[in-house]
């Protein structure tokens, strides 16, 4: 029998709607959730194994905000705001990479130590003495967890540090050992022509996978249950079926793989998805560990970002199942997208009645509810105006 964490008990009579259909195509409310979902709430931007060494840094790009993760010559990995107090340039124009003492913008030349403060300016002669601290790069809240590095833009916030946030899942994910795993491939992205919400929704609730994922059906469809969003964390579990291995990529993993004796007898033969409010979630299989996570680009188009990650010491027979994993996953990913445009595409339409959930799509609601509480306004069925969007909701957040 699978275990459990936690109460997943759903309840009767339960509120079977999604959210509005309005709400996947307001500009307004996009800007209401940028502001109260996105900006307040922990974002995963890599992994320590992404920095390992004085210098070394790595950009995220998302919701108007830019973030510069590096580590300093005293070994502490920092997030800053890559933007420059001299006239907002991007003081750090690749993805990733590493500078060796300092970091200079490209635009006039101001100079920043790899803390952040700034070390001088471009012909400093031309400005009153400034303060290195005050006009260094500003800093962003961080927190590292299990080797996630997670950032929030906005200081402070609704949700506890990420080491309470994740307590309830702490125990399980020890086993793994994540914080010393390596990169697999890089950081990748890639867009999709849908509401951010949309991706969301797919990817909480696995009432789908017997008939829109063969391959994952065919790897653990019978064992797999999903447990609810509570306090901003849900999971879902699975083990391999008895007789998997009908489709290719399966056959093969599942003859390939080695026993993973590091882990505890119920987790050798698990994959594990946990989601963490609002967009982000850590997929672990017995040889690698995984995040992925969303952010729109605006109301009908959406940023997908992740990493994979190893173990440092991985056999050849490691290598090859997180492989045929990645094979799996990849196709996986794949067939959600699809998913995922055809249901917002439907929302446009008149005819759109909005969802009825069944009970094994609770986690869809659960995670709808913890948007309603950020963005009370999604409890309206009827859009409001445009113009009186930001408006109305402070009046409900007032209320609440």
Same mark, same amino acid.
Request: hydrophobic residues 35%; charged residues 25%.
């Given at each position: ?100 003492? *300092?970091?200079?913008? @490209?635009?006039? &030349? ?8 700034? $070390?001088? #300016?471009?012909? +400093? ?112 579990? *699975?083990?391999?079926? @008895?007789?998997? &291995? ?8 599942? $003859?390939? #793989?080695?026993? +993973? ?140």
């Amino acid at each position: 029998m699978n275990p459990h964490l936690r109460d997943v008990a759903i309840p009767n009579d339960w509120d079977r709607r999604g959210l509005p259909g309005w709400s996947y195509h307001s500009n307004a409310l996009l800007e209401l959730e940028q502001e109260y979902v996105f900006r307040n709430h922990w974002q995963i931007a890599g992994h320590v194994s992404d920095v390992p060494n004085a210098g070394d840094y790595l950009t995220m790009d998302v919701i108007g905000e830019r973030a510069l993760i590096v580590r300093g010559k005293d070994g502490v990995v920092r997030a800053l705001n890559n933007m420059c107090r001299h006239r907002g340039s991007r003081v750090v124009a690749d993805s990733q990479g590493t500078c060796k003492n *300092a970091l200079v913008c @490209p635009f006039h &030349g101001w100079v920043y130590n790899l803390d952040g403060t700034l $070390r001088g #300016a471009a012909r +400093p002669r031309s400005f009153p003495e400034l303060d290195n601290t005050e006009f260094g790069l500003m800093p962003l809240d961080l927190e590292i967890w299990m080797g996630f590095i997670f950032i929030r833009f906005r200081k402070g916030g609704p949700q506890p540090s990420v080491a309470e946030l994740l307590k309830p899942i702490e125990a399980e994910i020890a086993n793994y050992r994540v914080a010393d795993m390596v990169p697999s491939w890089g950081i990748w992205t890639q867009k999709s022509p849908v509401n951010w919400k949309s991706v969301r929704d797919v990817d909480n609730e696995g009432y789908h996978v017997a008939m829109a994922h063969p391959a994952l059906q065919d790897l653990y469809g019978a064992t797999y249950f999903d447990e609810p969003f509570i306090n901003g964390v849900s999971r879902s579990f *699975a083990t391999y079926n @008895p007789h998997a &291995g009908r489709r290719w990529s399966v056959g093969q993993y599942i $003859r390939i #793989a080695p026993e +993973p004796t590091h882990l505890p007898q119920h987790l050798r033969k698990a994959w594990i998805y946990y989601g963490i409010f609002p967009n982000n979630a850590l997929s672990i299989m017995p040889e690698s560990v995984q995040f992925y996570q969303e952010f729109p680009l605006s109301t009908g188009e959406t940023l997908l970002r992740g990493a994979i990650y190893r173990y440092k010491d991985e056999t050849r027979e490691q290598a090859a199942a997180r492989y045929l994993a990645y094979r799996i996953d990849r196709d996986t990913m794949n067939e959600d997208v699809q998913l995922s445009v055809w249901s917002n595409e439907s929302m446009l339409s008149e005819a759109f009645g909005g969802f009825y959930l069944s009970d094994l799509e609770y986690g869809v609601r659960t995670h709808h509810d913890h948007l309603r509480k950020q963005v009370p306004v999604l409890n309206l069925e009827t859009a409001p105006e445009e113009k009186d969007m930001w408006g109305l909701n402070d009046a409900l957040r007032s209320r609440g």
